[in-house]
């Protein structure tokens, strides 16, 4: 996508005839790439210019080397160059990766390195299902970020940011910027988009949603939170239940017909989702996971099993139907295991609704299923992991010994662990996001790219982005005090 130069430089213009703002004695290094192509280093340098008038010293850090993914296109970096000389004007400096000195990594660095090739190789084959295909990418991406290492390390060394402001934390060169944020000290704060949403982090991957912990421990103990989140997250709990919410995961209302019964669940994430990349501990991929942990339930008792492939990888091109066609293939035999894909047609809650375990890797569904009272064990640090509605395991040894013991003695989820799961629910699905057309999503470019400095600034959602990204404010306690403020219908858009 071209970089819009004309508007960049109305809104350089229109900040020359604005009132100075209140200079703050914090500096802030925004991280500007090629990024596929999207209009991603666009919004990050608008997002430094917005920051630039609340009074933060933004300096921009120009990515200019091989992306680990895929080459960059020579226009959009010359289109990157032009924007970026023209916000030096204002007094927004650039340092330019290619220009820094070369420090050699670690061995730490270098085993980072090889786990986010890993991670490039699933994003982009959509898959964990070895391939050769896959082991070339991985390879690839390893190559050139070991050949990137130094000069990030360069940078670090000779600018020496106290705060980092990039999208993701995996793709291209993120995931490496993020390590060396924590390894020098430094704040990261890291964004990713859908289509009028914004998902922002505090030194972890946005997608994580790794702040919830944090803002839980603050609220458990608040005044009416619990019921509050019963109320607004039971309301949306509701239309899920009935595929009318505004995602319309589920093809069925819930109630239509599945009667069968099983044991133990394993809902699936999209796996090349941000949300789910990086996440396992015990194994090397879901793969594995689903695999040894589906034949020691077979081998140690007589459980049986349903699988569900997430209902949104219909509408995905490129979906992992190979973890689900290996999956297939091993359990044909075997009458005890049900493999549901995402062209199934039935409700998730109700297959749920049928057992008493549920095994999820990172879903969020498994909060709901906390709060409809069944067992949840995760098998990874997900947001709501370590939490007395999943308590988290130690080791792959003792989350095989806890699948035992909850198949073996069926257990209540007591009532304060079902507030902990509601005050969870509240704050990753009510409040994970900022529901705004000012991201750098195509769709949404469109709709704000006519709107003045002022006009964005004037934004209480604009506001809250730049709340998260600039000050490094937690999303969720963000959203949860504008809307105590603002109300759920002015925050929340449950389109």
């Not at 604005?18 to 999207?38: C, D, F, H, Q």
């Not at 049986?304 to 139907?321: C, G, L, M, T």
């Not at 039935?346 to 990172?362: E, G, H, K, Q, W």
Request: proline share 5%; net charge negative.
């Amino acid at each position: 996508m071209s970089m819009p130069i004309g508007l960049l430089r109305e809104f350089i213009m229109e900040d020359l005839r604005a009132k100075p703002g209140v200079r703050r004695n914090e500096e802030i290094a925004v991280y500007i790439s090629t990024w596929l192509g999207t209009p991603v280093p666009w919004y990050s340098m608008i997002i430094g210019v917005l920051l630039h008038r609340r009074g933060y010293s933004v300096r921009f850090v120009w990515d200019d080397l091989y992306d680990p993914l895929q080459p960059s296109d020579i226009v959009h970096n010359e289109e990157i160059a032009e924007a970026l000389l023209l916000l030096s004007s204002r007094g927004l400096r650039t340092d330019k990766l290619s220009k820094m000195k070369q420090i050699a990594p670690s061995e730490d660095y270098l085993k980072e390195a090889l786990r986010l090739a890993s991670l490039h190789s699933i994003w982009w084959h959509k898959t964990p299902v070895p391939a050769p295909e896959l082991h070339t990418r991985r390879l690839q991406s390893l190559k050139v970020m070991i050949d990137n290492l130094p000069y990030i390390l360069g940078y670090f060394s000779e600018v020496a940011p106290r705060r980092l402001l990039m999208p993701g934390g995996i793709f291209a060169n993120s995931g490496l910027f993020l390590c060396a944020c924590a390894q020098n000290g430094v704040i990261a704060t890291t964004y990713d988009s859908g289509v009028s949403s914004i998902s922002t982090g505090v030194n972890s991957v946005a997608a994580h949603l790794d702040d919830i912990p944090h803002v839980m421990c603050q609220l458990l103990d608040a005044d009416n939170v619990i019921a509050y989140a019963r109320e607004a997250g039971g309301a949306e709990l509701q239309k899920r239940f009935s595929g009318v919410d505004k995602y319309h995961f589920q093809p069925v209302e819930r109630n239509s017909g599945h009667v069968q019964k099983y044991d133990v669940i394993f809902p699936l994430n999209i796996e090349n989702d941000s949300s789910a990349l990086g996440k396992h501990v015990f194994f090397n991929d879901s793969l594995q996971w689903l695999t040894e942990t589906i034949d020691f339930i077979f081998t140690e008792t007589k459980a049986h099993i349903a699988v569900r492939q997430h209902p949104y990888e219909k509408r995905i091109p490129w979906r992992n139907d190979a973890l689900i066609h290996t999956l297939k293939e091993r359990y044909a035999s075997t009458e005890r295991i049900a493999i549901f894909d995402c062209n199934s047609q039935i409700n998730t809650y109700d297959i749920i609704a049928s057992a008493s375990l549920i095994l999820p890797f990172v879903s969020s569904i498994a909060v709901e299923a906390a709060i409809m009272g069944k067992t949840v064990i995760p098998v990874a640090p997900a947001f709501y992991a370590g939490f007395s509605f999943a308590q988290m395991p130690a080791s792959k040894g003792s989350y095989f010994t806890s699948i035992l013991k909850s198949l073996e003695v069926k257990t209540e989820v007591p009532p304060e662990a079902k507030d902990e799961a509601w005050l969870a629910y509240y704050l990753s699905q009510i409040c994970g996001r900022i529901w705004t057309d000012f991201t750098p999503q195509p769709e949404d470019y469109a709709r704000w790219e006519g709107r003045s400095l002022a006009q964005l600034e004037s934004d209480m959602n604009v506001e809250a982005v730049l709340k998260c990204l600039g000050d490094g404010a937690y999303i969720s306690m963000v959203q949860h005090e504008r809307i105590q403020r603002e109300g759920l219908a002015s925050v929340y858009r449950c389109f």
